[in-house]
């Protein structure tokens, strides 16, 4: 088996995803895939809620079903990043958000995780039934936009929202089978 794999979110994994959210959380930045902001001080109603957004049919208004995994590195014995991967699309997804967010914790980046995190994403996301799936990034966000392509992503467009320039990529999930 590979160090560097998914793993779904559980108990298993707790104290490692504790870490990563408050390294993530001592910066400031803002945490992506948007699942890292829940609450963590309630972890099993935090796993409630990652299943729920997995599998129910009764979700709130805007909101779609999506699966999220923790990319962990066994060597380190570390939660390094996660992704959240959105079955399918609204319009609002359709323009700005994609079927895949991704991020790697402060202290992993420039490493090839990211690289590496999508990669995993995208055969995820074949699994799901998604062939060509939809990521974007910020225009100044160089490395997202690096990972993207070296995932085989193809430039699409940028729109703007709030101000902010986001650029639309497509990757032939099949390619990762």
Request: with cysteine.
């Amino acid at each position: 088996m590979e160090a560097i794999y998914l793993v779904e979110p559980s108990t298993l994994y707790k104290e490692a995803y504790i870490d990563m959210v408050q390294e993530w959380s001592s910066t400031g930045e803002r945490m992506i895939p948007f699942v890292l902001r829940y609450d963590y001080s309630d972890f099993d109603k935090l796993l409630t809620e990652m299943n729920r957004l997995r599998t129910s049919k009764d979700l709130a208004e805007g909101k779609v079903n999506s699966s999220t995994f923790w990319l962990f590195d066994q060597n380190k014995d570390r939660i390094i990043g996660a992704t959240n991967i959105r079955h399918t699309l609204n319009a609002s997804l359709l323009e700005s958000g994609g079927h895949i967010g991704y991020g790697i914790r402060p202290s992993e980046r420039r490493r090839g995780y990211a690289t590496t995190l999508l990669k995993l994403a995208l055969k995820k996301a074949l699994d799901i039934g998604i062939d060509k799936a939809l990521v974007t990034c910020d225009y100044d966000n160089i490395g997202s936009a690096r990972t993207i392509k070296n995932n085989g992503g193809k430039f699409e467009s940028e729109v703007k929202i709030d101000g902010i320039i986001i650029q639309r990529y497509w990757i032939r999930a099949r390619s990762f089978e």
